[in-house]
């Protein structure tokens, strides 16, 4: 089954650290970018980070850049996200997400994991 | 940046019904748009990309058309299944993703 499983989730508090971890089947996981979206608990969904097939472009937006880390384990057919010097804006479910990059401009979201629930509070 | 607006934001319609949902971008983004339907407590879903083309295994009901600044998903007869919150995004900027159309039961 083509699927996406991420984990890690959970209570930090402000300042704290979090690793999500997703682990992908189903698709040759190497051959793909990846990606990490996030909703906040009732609002939209926001892009945070993108990860190339052999982790040699990534893009974060600008509310993550410096304090997250996306990486990937081709072997193990894993994507990460190293969360520190978390916020409480930061709550959100996040979700592992399979990437379709067509061009530089171009790219959307194929396949979604079920996401994983990082809340930020004292 | 590229703003991306939806209208409209929320709608109730009747099971049977046609349902148009509009998304505009502040700035040409050529076909470059895609759509997914959300479910409560769900994962989103692509259900058309490239403006237009349907996404392996969505139904016929729906379907995508516009181009530049303009798009809309149709729902051509409203099923059940189809109460959801709906996203268009693009990928030329940031936001990448539209605020959003919630559709719910008359």
């Known amino acids: 089954e083509v699927q996406l499983v991420e984990s890690g989730g959970g209570l930090v508090q402000p300042g704290g650290s979090l690793r999500l971890s997703c682990v992908a089947s189903?698709?040759?996981?190497?051959?793909?970018?990846m990606s990490w979206v996030r909703q906040a608990p009732g609002k939209g969904l926001d892009w945070v980070a993108n990860?190339?097939?052999?982790?040699?472009?990534?893009y974060y937006a600008d509310s993550v850049e410096g304090r997250f880390t996306i990486s990937r384990d081709n072997a193990k057919n894993s994507l990460s996200l190293q969360m520190s010097s978390l916020r409480a804006e930061d709550t959100a479910v996040y979700y592992c997400?399979?990437?379709?990059?067509?061009?530089?401009?171009?790219?959307?979201?194929?396949?979604w994991g079920r996401g994983t629930l990082v809340t930020v509070s004292s | 940046d590229i703003q991306m607006t939806q209208s409209p934001s929320s709608l109730s319609a009747s099971v049977g019904d046609r349902v148009t949902i509009t998304c505009r971008a502040s700035?040409?983004?050529?076909?470059?748009l895609n759509w997914y339907q959300q479910k409560p407590g769900k994962a989103p879903k692509l259900l058309i990309y490239?403006?237009?083309t349907l996404q392996s295994g969505v139904p016929s009901r729906f379907s995508g058309s516009g181009s530049g600044t303009d798009f809309t998903l149709t729902i051509s007869s409203l099923q059940p299944e189809d109460f959801a919150t709906y996203y268009c995004?693009?990928?030329?900027?940031?936001?990448?993703f539209g605020p959003g159309t919630k559709v719910d039961i008359k």
């Open positions: 997400a399979k990437l379709v990059v067509v061009t530089a401009t171009y790219w959307y979201f194929d396949l």
């Open positions: 189903g698709f040759t996981f190497s051959t793909y970018w």
């Open positions: 990860i190339k097939q052999d982790g040699s472009e990534i």
């Open positions: 700035q040409s983004i050529s076909s470059y």
């Open positions: 490239a403006a237009s």
């Open positions: 995004q693009q990928s030329y900027g940031h936001p990448l």
